[in-house]
């Protein structure tokens, strides 16, 4: 696996304090993009929250991910939430260590209450001391929130006295991309009441639950969900069960549970969305579809990073993107002179280096800049990298609906039917298609679709 190190510069240690207007959460920025550029220590937003207690408990559960590994608990995580201003909402993300889980917490407009919410996108710190600062809020006392440093800080920071070194492997970066490739593909599958959402979520178990338990389901009913002992049209795949535990953490203060998924397919387990409804807020998190298997080997965003017009396209069109809230597809093929089909395939593209998320809620795409380097999630795609280097060493060759590929010593056969790819070997055999092309049928599709890479074609 490969793994950097991500320095995250902080002007201080984030913490709730006292002030002349009541308690004060201050929570510190590190580097980040904004409208005006790259900024080391970006300000989004000062006022109050609406519902101080539930936004800490959310806030915390977000960290909690972030701290979190599902599977193989002994080995440590922590990377610090990604907060983005969208001009009228918050959104603080985090991913897991074991690259299973996506956690998002949207602060929504009638859950702030002070000046508009800035644009942009960086790291947030939340230390130990801050969360259980948060953790001692019990009630909805006036709680004053800023987002980056105070106005006074602006003109005097100096530099940085606080700064964290965290190893960030390559596969977190492609699970943040994988996770939101997987959610453009849910629908709303269920939404239970309050009630109903407490009695399912409290009779989840709790386990650590490391070894992988195969698939489970569960489907709409009258009382709200039940589980099924097979894979019935619209039933929702509950990979790892355990692994909703953050949701916990706000539970009481629930008045929905919202459940997102793809259609069923062959019974194959397959990931999914659990978003809780809180006043003001909403709290999501996207399983991957087993505890053992993170989001960074899913695959479904090779397909995006497979041709050069995707990547022109995508280009043009991140130009006019601008910390939007919500993407519409329709008013960015009118402003770029693409067609909608085209304006989506881009999204996806970008969606690949995390430069923009997915919000099931609203069925729409916002715009995101990851403080960090999202071109590697390219880069260091290990079947990516592989399939371009067959690309560019003539391996290929093309013959009507069927195509063979030179691997080492070995030749496989690639066969499109019905737009599909199928190949002869192992990995096709594992896996069929559900975690994405593999190498030689990625090949494939860059040297048929024209795509730019070093040698020829046979």
């Keep these: 696996m490969t793994r950097s190190v991500q320095a995250l510069a902080y002007a201080r240690p984030s913490a709730l304090e006292s002030s002349q207007v009541g308690a004060v959460l201050g929570l510190e920025t590190a580097g980040g993009l904004s409208p005006r550029g790259a900024e080391a220590h970006p300000r989004f937003f000062a006022g109050f929250l609406s519902a101080p207690r539930i936004a800490a408990r959310g806030l915390l559960a977000v960290a909690d991910v972030a701290a979190a590994r599902y599977y193989q608990r002994a080995l440590p995580a922590s990377l610090d939430p990604v907060v983005t201003g969208n001009g009228d909402r918050l959104r603080f993300e985090s991913f897991s260590g ?20 800035g644009h942009g996108t960086t790291n947030v710190d939340v230390n130990n001391p801050l969360r259980d600062a948060l953790s001692r809020i019990t009630a909805d006392d006036p709680l004053h929130l800023r987002v980056g440093p105070d106005e006074l800080a602006v003109t ?9 070194k965290v190893p960030l492997p390559d596969r977190w970066l492609r699970g943040f991309a994988e996770a939101q490739v997987a959610s453009a593909g849910f629908d709303l599958r269920a939404e239970l009441t309050a009630a109903q959402a ?14 992988a338990r195969g698939a489970q389901w569960v489907v709409a009913s009258g009382s709200g969900l039940r589980p099924t002992t097979r894979p019935v049209p619209g039933a929702v795949c509950l990979p790892g069960p355990e692994r909703l535990v953050a949701l916990q953490r706000v ?3 629930a008045t929905a549970l919202r459940v997102y998924g793809p259609p069923v397919a062959d019974g194959a387990a397959a990931a999914s969305a659990w978003e809780v409804v809180l006043p003001g807020m909403r709290l999501t998190l996207t399983l991957s579809p087993d505890s053992s298997r993170g989001f960074s080997g899913e695959g479904g965003v090779l397909e995006a990073l497979a041709t050069d017009d995707a990547a022109a396209d995508a280009e043009l069109v991140s130009v006019l993107l601008a910390w939007e809230p919500r993407i519409e597809p329709a008013s960015l093929a009118e402003q770029s002179g693409l067609s909608t089909e085209r304006v989506r395939a881009a999204l996806t593209r970008l969606g690949t280096a995390g430069r923009v998320g997915y919000d099931l809620a609203d069925a729409a795409y916002f715009h995101r800049e990851l403080p960090y380097d999202a071109d590697r999630v390219e880069r260091h795609n290990p079947r990516l990298v592989a399939a371009r280097e067959l690309a560019g060493a003539g391996a290929v060759t093309l013959d009507g609906t069927l195509a063979s590929v030179s691997s080492g010593d070995r030749r496989y056969q690639v066969r499109e039917s019905d737009g599909a790819l199928t190949c002869t070997c192992q990995w096709w055999a594992d896996y069929r298609g559900k975690r994405g092309p593999c190498k030689h049928a990625l090949a494939v599709t860059m040297v048929r679709r024209g795509a730019t890479v070093a040698g020829g074609v046979r």
């Design 251 to 253: 539970l009481r203060h």
């Design 198 to 211: 407490v009695a399912f979520l409290r009779s989840l178990p709790r386990g650590s639950g490391n070894a």
């Design 156 to 164: 005097t920071l100096d530099g940085p006295v606080v700064e964290k």
């Design 98 to 117: 074991c690259c299973g889980v996506y956690a998002r917490l949207d602060v929504l407009q009638e859950g702030l209450d002070g000046e508009r919410t």
